[in-house]
């Protein structure tokens, strides 16, 4: 798993490889998180299968205890697909008390420093139609639409209806 590092802003932010003993914390974010949240067997099949996951926590400051610089706290995740040519985003996530702070674009940002990083000439998403901050972000940080999944996402348990996915993608620029 290659390493990320921090992206500016006002808390440096410290990428740290997922471990089992992090999935009861990074559910508790999942779960207040997503419509069809995933479950902890998803995020253990992510890690056994050796997909790149990260808990996102503020960079160590040992002054910063019991406060949301502590680095105890989990603001975020992401989980990655590597494939030959091509970085698959299949799940990102911060703390809903964080959101509008940056976070996302500076985790983004790190993702496609990576896939340049390891020779990735693109990064693919998918993101419902609904969730329109998360579409917003990836059309501002230049993702553009290559197709839709139809029926993808679970929408209701209830009615047992699906949404389709907008599959996006982004050319990441190579060093020569």
Not at 104 to 115: H, Y
Not at 127 to 145: D, I
């Amino acid at each position: 798993m290659p390493g990320l590092s921090s992206v500016g802003g006002e808390a440096e932010l410290a990428f740290l490889p997922m471990q089992p003993a992090d999935l009861d914390e990074v559910l508790k974010i999942e779960s207040v998180s997503h419509i069809h949240p995933w479950t902890k067997g998803n995020f253990s099949d992510s890690l056994a299968a050796g997909h790149w996951a990260y808990c996102i926590r503020p960079q160590v400051d040992h002054t910063a205890k019991g406060s949301y610089l502590d680095p105890a706290i989990l603001w975020a995740y992401c989980v990655l697909f590597p494939a030959v040519d091509e970085l698959h985003l299949l799940n990102i996530t911060v703390s809903p008390h964080l959101r509008k702070l940056g976070l996302g674009q500076r985790m983004m940002a790190a993702i496609e420093g990576v896939a340049a990083q390891q020779k990735m000439p693109r990064i693919i998403l998918e993101v419902r139609p609904t969730n329109a901050s998360a579409l917003a972000l990836y059309q501002k940080l230049g993702y553009e639409q290559i197709g839709v999944r139809k029926n993808y996402y679970p929408a209701s348990p209830v009615t047992g209806s699906r949404e389709d996915a907008l599959v996006m993608a982004k050319s990441i620029k190579l060093e020569p």
